[in-house]
């Protein structure tokens, strides 16, 4: 068993959809969660960092930690056609967010 | 936000040959630095964690005589792939932390490399 798990897609949505993107984790010891957008055959940008469990919002984007469940969610609201990506959750067990342990991706389309 | 640049963004090279990759941060000092490879449609798998001024940390299973990583000043990481095959083709992608004490680790832009 991977140690994070994320449904790869490809999930295509028409534009102004909401997305909900989702990772579940076996490692009780992750206290950092990451979401990261990567556009093909660039690196990984970082999009929302969440300590522990709860909500996290920044504009059109929500993160949401369940430790108690380990399983953690992006929601994308609106979502634009420059939304389409990859986007990968990240974990790791000490705020050193360099030795990040990620998720597969999900491929995200969203339709004009 | 901080810039980490890679060079080079792709390369081509026979099998058999090193290739050597450049990871540095343009604007701030990373005493530690990260390398990771992506092969097509997986996950990012951490390779070795860089150390300026000291032996690199790798991961399980990362040959660290094949995977050669300098870390030679605060702002400059290179990985150095030997003897290059063909199944080392992948995309390979450095992180860096900045010491200032931000918690983000940003990354660089990738380098493809191919193994003919």
């Known amino acids: 068993q991977k140690e994070v798990e994320q449904d790869p897609g490809p999930l295509s949505v028409p534009e102004g959809a909401i997305v909900s993107l989702n990772c579940t984790y076996s490692?009780?010891?992750?206290?950092?969660f990451m979401w990261y957008r990567q556009y093909s055959r660039k690196g990984p940008e970082l999009l929302m960092y969440?300590?522990?469990?709860g909500n996290k919002e920044d504009g059109r984007f929500t993160a949401q930690v369940d430790k108690s469940s380990k399983y953690i969610s992006l929601f994308i609201r609106d979502s634009q056609p420059s939304d389409s990506a990859t986007y990968l959750c990240a974990m790791s067990e000490s705020s050193n967010t360099g030795k990040l342990i990620f998720g597969q991706g999900t491929t995200l389309q969203v339709k004009p | 936000g901080a810039v980490v640049s890679q060079h080079p963004s792709w390369v081509i090279c026979k099998s058999g040959t090193s290739v050597k990759i450049e990871c540095r941060s343009l604007d701030f000092q990373a005493t530690t630095m990260f390398w990771y490879r992506q092969f097509p449609k997986q996950s990012l798998m951490l390779m070795a964690t860089?150390?300026?001024?000291?032996?690199?940390?790798?991961e399980q299973g990362v040959e660290k005589d094949k995977f050669l990583i300098n870390h030679a000043s605060l702002t400059l990481s290179t990985l150095t792939v030997t003897s290059a095959h063909p199944e080392d083709s992948s995309f390979y992608i450095c992180s860096a932390r900045d010491d200032g004490g931000n918690t983000e680790a940003f990354f660089g832009q990738g380098t493809r490399l191919t193994v003919v």
């Open positions: 860089s150390n300026e001024g000291s032996k690199a940390t790798y």
């Open positions: 490692n009780s010891a992750f206290q950092y």
């Open positions: 969440t300590y522990s469990s």
